[in-house]
């Protein structure tokens, strides 16, 4: 293999980084548990922006269904461990940066791993793990990078003293350990993050609603399109780039939506506004629901 060195790589990197920047990147430690679809594409966009240490950390081995949106899922890859073979091909990328892979289990270490890291991006569409992530990164003042389960691009910035997701989106979970959360509390927790998007972006009145009502029965996956998942990976590895380097962002806690039909920047706006957009996005995702029942 050709040898290229980190001069070499982050060369183009020049005026957006300063060097003293690429630098701190170099020395810097980012850990990413999701490496699938949006968590694949932040941590390709990490390793190329020069990040010198990456962890990954998923159970799942690439499948034939991921073709459609994971940057490391090929004909090639099929069958594999995403971590092993997302490894690979960073270490392709960069063959000079350090990078740990954690498996099955990684959750039972994450009082470790988070000790370790300066910065999380959470890919993940576990929403047990990630209330167990949000609230050790708190223990551990540790930011955490992540998105909406929506149609359209999103990335939030959830710093160490900002309220998790389950307290100002209200979930059903607060106040239970994270063994101890029911399917049904899950199912609740998933359907106030689904009103909060529905009554602050577009996406989801753009899909079939047929199609949404078996998702919110759980009767087929999540639908997941190629354009928002890359796009949202690279918006959560600029914004971890920006934490990293102590930059300001323009996402914050609540995050920020990109609209890529129309050009435009959703945001949420005046809290009773929004308060009463998501009670009505509420009944109308519950009818859904029933219909497909019906």
Not at 89 to 98: D, G, H, K
Not at 123 to 142: C, F, P, Q, T
């Amino acid at each position: 293999m050709t040898s290229v060195t980190y001069g070499e790589l982050t060369q183009r990197n020049a005026g957006f980084l300063a060097p003293q920047e690429q630098e701190r990147l170099r020395g810097a430690a980012a850990f990413v548990c999701g490496v699938g679809g949006m968590g694949g594409a932040a941590v390709e966009a990490l390793a190329r922006s020069g990040v010198g240490t990456l962890g990954l950390a998923d159970f799942d081995r690439f499948e034939a269904t991921n073709l459609n949106r994971q940057v490391f899922a090929s004909a090639h890859t099929l069958g594999r461990l995403k971590t092993e073979a997302t490894r690979e091909a960073l270490l392709e990328i960069n063959p000079e940066m350090c990078v740990h892979t954690y498996g099955a289990g990684w959750t039972d270490h994450l009082e470790e791993i988070l000790g370790s890291y300066d910065v999380v991006v959470n890919g993940m569409d576990d929403l047990r793990a990630g209330i167990h992530l949000y609230r050790a990164a708190r223990r551990h003042g540790v930011t955490v990078v992540d998105a909406f389960v929506s149609p359209h691009p999103s990335v939030t910035v959830v710093r160490p003293d900002d309220p998790r997701p389950e307290e100002w989106l209200g979930f059903p979970t607060r106040g239970f350990p994270v063994d101890a959360l029911s399917d049904e509390a899950l199912a609740g927790a998933l359907l106030c993050e689904l009103s909060f998007v529905a009554a602050v972006s577009g996406g989801i009145g753009r899909l079939d609603p047929h199609v949404v009502g078996e998702i919110l029965r759980g009767e087929r996956p999540r639908c997941s399109f190629a354009p928002v998942v890359i796009i949202s990976g690279n918006l959560m590895a600029f914004e971890a780039i920006g934490v990293l380097l102590d930059r300001t962002s323009g996402a914050g806690y609540k995050g920020y939506f990109v609209d890529p039909w129309t050009g435009r920047i959703e945001r949420p706006g005046p809290r009773p506004l929004v308060a009463l957009r998501r009670w009505s996005a509420l009944r109308y995702l519950k009818r859904l629901a029933a219909e497909v029942a019906s």
